[in-house]
């Protein structure tokens, strides 16, 4: 095979990894208007179905401009060697492939970013607005933009760095060592995400003391689960859309939840929601991700270092100069496929530990309020009731509201 071949076969993937999204989201739509399950029917009224409808319409053509837009965009860079200009405007500045490595994907990122702005300002500020979702003011917008951007450059300039050092002083051994960094930097941000992260986003603080606070220690309680950290996060600053989850290991274990889940929840529904949680953590699923993420990153780190070597991979996107940043892109693209299979099975994974976790918290707690708590929350986020099961079967990481509620009343 020669770069050229290999070349096409990239433009093949992505091209082919775009016919299939948009199938999918065509057929998906296409559900929109499809009368709602009996069991769904106290969801919506009238006039709530047609606005959920319109959003999932307004969202469905919002999305297919935007992709389309970056599939013309990666296509026409990729053609005009788009990769070869950056990687020489990179060599220009230094001959230390670390640095060349930064300035490289520095350049990549922070024009991805400039590029996809514009898209998400529309989506937040005329989308999520027009519907009722949209709490953010302009100022915050711009300040996580600011914030992502400069995690970025510090933590994943971090990584990249250690990752191409390795490569320079191991070889093909190099993944190994990328492998147990990568381990160790996840169990530690999975330990320490709520306290290190999450501040520097959202305000978060302890429930205060009362009904509520009382009923979730008496649950937890009553399953032998110790939870002494109960937060409230402030998600209204951004949305009113509703999320609780858990996070953290031993004694950094905490429950997060939103204020707008407060809000919009009354005492049992938020206690179902959060045995739903504890069923994640007593069935030990958090620790079967964290698991299988750490395998399948590790097996794609193996892969990688087959073929990191090989000038080919790097020639396939008109770049001479055979280097591990420029092939790390072509391997990418190569191993989008892989991904998209890797990705679907852990999405059947999680959907059958939503069913386990709803199990656990109607046998431990109740069914109904976990019930009328799921319709609450589709009702407030305008779900799509009615989804294709081919997209579905690919896309959702978790069950249907229909297939968790019949699952809950059986």
Do not use: C
Request: aromatic share 14%; no cysteine; net charge neutral.
């Amino acid at each position: 095979m020669n770069s050229t071949t290999l070349f096409y076969i990239i433009i093949a993937i992505i091209i082919i990894d775009f016919l299939v999204d948009k199938i999918l989201d065509a057929l998906n739509a296409k559900r929109y208007n499809d009368p709602i399950p009996e069991e769904l029917k106290d969801v919506y009224d009238q006039e709530e179905y047609q606005k959920s409808q319109r959003y999932k319409t307004t969202n469905y053509k919002f999305g297919l401009i935007t992709t389309t837009f970056s599939l013309v965009l990666t296509l026409v860079f990729l053609g005009l060697n788009g990769f070869e200009f950056v990687d020489n405007i990179a060599r220009s500045y230094s001959d230390n492939p670390i640095i060349i490595a930064l300035i490289f994907f520095g350049i990549i990122m922070l024009g991805s970013d400039i590029l996809s702005t514009p898209f998400s300002y529309y989506q937040t500020f005329v989308i999520e607005e027009r519907f009722g979702f949209n709490k953010t003011t302009r100022t915050t917008f711009i300040l996580d933009k600011l914030k992502g951007l400069l995690m970025m450059a510090v933590v994943g300039g971090g990584l990249l760095a250690l990752i191409v050092w390795f490569y320079q002083v191991t070889g093909t051994y190099f993944w190994l060592y990328a492998w147990a960094l990568v381990a160790v930097f996840s169990i530690f941000t999975n330990m320490f995400y709520a306290r290190l992260i999450v501040p520097l986003f959202n305000k978060q603080t302890p429930l205060e003391a009362g009904q509520l606070r009382d009923q979730i220690s008496d649950y937890a309680n009553s399953v032998g689960f110790n939870l002494d950290k109960i937060f409230v996060i402030d998600g209204s600053k951004r949305s009113t859309k509703a999320n609780a989850y858990f996070s953290g290991f031993g004694r950094e274990k905490r429950v997060t939840l939103y204020d707008t889940l407060v809000s919009d929840l009354d005492n049992e529904e938020i206690v179902a929601v959060l045995a739903h949680e504890v069923g994640h953590y007593k069935k030990k699923h958090i620790i079967f991700n964290l698991i299988a993420s750490l395998l399948l990153t590790g097996l794609t780190l193996f892969i990688l270092s087959i073929f990191i070597s090989n000038p080919l991979l790097t020639n396939a996107l008109s770049v001479n100069i055979p280097s591990f940043h420029v092939g790390l892109i072509a391997f990418g693209l190569l191993y989008s496929p892989i991904s998209e299979l890797t990705g679907f099975v852990m999405n059947h994974f999680s959907r059958k530990f939503e069913y386990q976790a709803d199990d656990y918290a109607k046998n431990t707690y109740k069914a109904e309020p976990l019930v009328s708590s799921l319709k609450k929350l589709s009702k407030n986020s305008l779900s799509n009731l009615t989804p294709h099961p081919a997209y579905v079967w690919v896309h959702y990481s978790h069950p249907t509201l229909l297939e968790r509620v019949r699952n809950l009343r059986k």
